[in-house]
Each structure stands twice: as C-alpha cells, then as structure tokens.
C-alpha cells in the first residue's frame, strides 16, 4: 500500500497491521513516558490498533517516506473517554512506531501537533 494513505484507508490499514500475527510494536521514550504519566495501558494502545479510527491526514514522520497518523477510539480500560495515540506503521513489515499517547479531551493542554 502505498502511503500517505486517507483517513479511511489508514484506519483499515493499521487495523490489518494491528491484528496480524507477527505485528511488532516498538515505544518512543516520550511513548513510554506519557504511558505512565497518563495511566493509559500498552493493551490500550494495542485495542487502538486493532480497533481504532483515524480522522485526520497524516503528517510526515522524521524518516523519510513515513508518515505519521493518530489513531483514538475508547478501549476497555479507558472508562469511556477517548485515547489516541500517533504512530509510525510499516504496511510491509507489519510494525508500528509508537510516537506517543494521549486523552483525546486533554489534548488542548499537550504541547505539540502529530
């Protein structure tokens, strides 16, 4: 698939990734920190994976020809509020780069844009 993809054909496409067997997730340390800092799971993100909607068109990541998309959706664990989170997918090799994670209806408060 050749990116940048749309909204909807990044949604089927992360999903697909999300789901497949041999998917291989990798965190960003600013990930991993707003993981702990939000109290927002790694199952959170991978049900936003497997689940997820994007909305928005994707931006491009800092290596070149990859993009960036923020996938949100509610998880299980999120007591109904929406979670995002912008990643980095590789159709090809079936891995997402986790760039970070939020509360959707905190994001006016977070510096920063995908």
């Known amino acids: 698939m050749t990116e940048p993809w749309s909204p909807t054909n990044a949604t089927y496409a992360i999903r697909e990734i999300g789901q497949h067997p041999a998917l291989s997730l990798a965190y960003k340390v600013h990930a ?31 290596q070149h020809g990859y993009f960036r998309y923020k996938i949100q959706g509610k998880t299980p664990n999120s007591e109904g509020r929406d979670v995002a989170a912008v990643v980095v997918p590789n159709y090809n090799t079936k891995t997402v780069k986790v760039v970070t994670v939020m509360w959707v209806d905190e994001q006016s408060t977070c510096a920063g844009t995908i």
């Open 32 to 62: 991993t920190q707003r993981l702990l800092d939000r109290g927002i799971t790694t199952s959170d993100v991978l049900y936003l994976l497997r689940n997820g909607y994007v909305y928005d068109d994707p931006s491009s990541a800092t």
